[in-house]
């Protein structure tokens, strides 16, 4: 019993790594199930483990939002959650940038 319990164990380890190997601070989705998970190494040393509510903003193509828990461990954060909907416009786009202070139609007009 224990040999088969430490087999799963280990399974699932070795599956974990090769999950997120090189994922480290990028967004990863599956867009038919609509869910998205984030594993970061960014995070400051403080409360041993802590949980939260969080949200998603991509700020490159395809632009997805969504909303889902944050789990934090030391300095280690794992995000997962919904997908919601993609930005559909190139204004829409444009503000998922927030930090550009440039409107959309300034924009276009860099382009002539």
């Known amino acids: 019993m224990f040999l088969l319990v430490a087999l799963v164990v280990l399974g ?16 990863q989705y599956v867009e038919k199930l609509r869910l998205y998970w984030i594993t970061r190494d960014i995070g400051q040393d403080g409360e041993p483990f802590f949980t939260s509510r969080a949200f998603m903003r991509q700020t490159s193509a395809p632009y997805w939002r969504g909303k ?27 503000s998922n940038l927030g930090w550009l202070d440039a409107k959309p139609k300034e924009i276009r007009q860099w382009r002539r």
Do not use: P
Not at 14 to 27: E, S, W
Not at 68 to 94: D, M, N, P, Y
């Open 12 to 27: 699932l380890a070795v599956g974990a790594y090769f999950l997120f190997r090189d994922t480290m601070n990028r967004i």
């Open 68 to 94: 889902g828990i944050q789990f934090r461990f030391r300095r280690w954060t794992f995000q997962v959650g919904k997908l919601h909907s993609k930005a559909s416009s190139l204004e829409e786009q444009l």
